[in-house]
């Protein structure tokens, strides 16, 4: 799949990004509720950080995610992973209720990074994320860490 918007930094990933959080899918479903053909996939995502938030997200709470394909119908982008963790980057699904309370991730594929596990570094700890599905030209890092995340956040 090929985007329409290429972000040139992190910085410009987060601007057009309403909320940006590190969390885990804890549960999926596959939903066909906005016509008869079209299938989305349903993260839930159990939030541990949340790097930029819309105010009404905070650490603890579930956040769904919403990518189009799953099931029967092959995804354009990779699906979230149950079990997996990642540094999301989120836009409000724009939907009526009760679907208004979906974000989809900012760019399709662009604001999703998996979690590579922590590393040390001399006495600290960091967490590293890898872009999951990067474009051929684009600009932002391939591996970030949740500083890097928060810096851009403000």
């Known amino acids: 799949m090929s985007r329409v918007q290429h972000y040139a930094s ?4 987060s601007d057009a990004s309403a909320v940006v959080v590190v969390g885990s899918v804890v549960d999926q479903t596959v939903a066909r509720d906005i016509d008869e053909l079209t299938e989305f996939t349903i993260s839930t995502v159990q939030i541990d950080e949340v790097v ?6 905070q650490a ?3 956040i769904q995610v919403r990518q189009l394909g799953g099931g029967e119908q092959a995804a354009p982008t990779p699906v979230l992973s149950t079990e997996s963790k990642y540094l999301l980057y ?3 699904s724009g939907l009526a209720a009760p679907l208004d ?3 989809y991730v900012t760019g399709a ?3 999703v990074y998996a979690s590579a596990g922590a590393s040390a570094r001399g006495t600290e700890v960091t967490s590293e994320f890898l872009q999951v599905d990067a474009e051929p030209g684009e600009q932002l890092p391939s591996v970030i860490e949740v500083d890097d995340a928060l810096r851009a956040a403000q």
Not at 10 to 13: C, G, Q
Not at 52 to 57: A, F, P, Q, R, Y
């Open 10 to 13: 992190l910085d410009e990933l």
């Open 52 to 57: 930029k938030s819309d105010g009404t997200h």
């Open 60 to 62: 603890g709470d579930t």
């Open 90 to 92: 989120l836009t409000p």
């Open 101 to 103: 309370s979906q974000f």
């Open 109 to 111: 594929n662009a604001g």
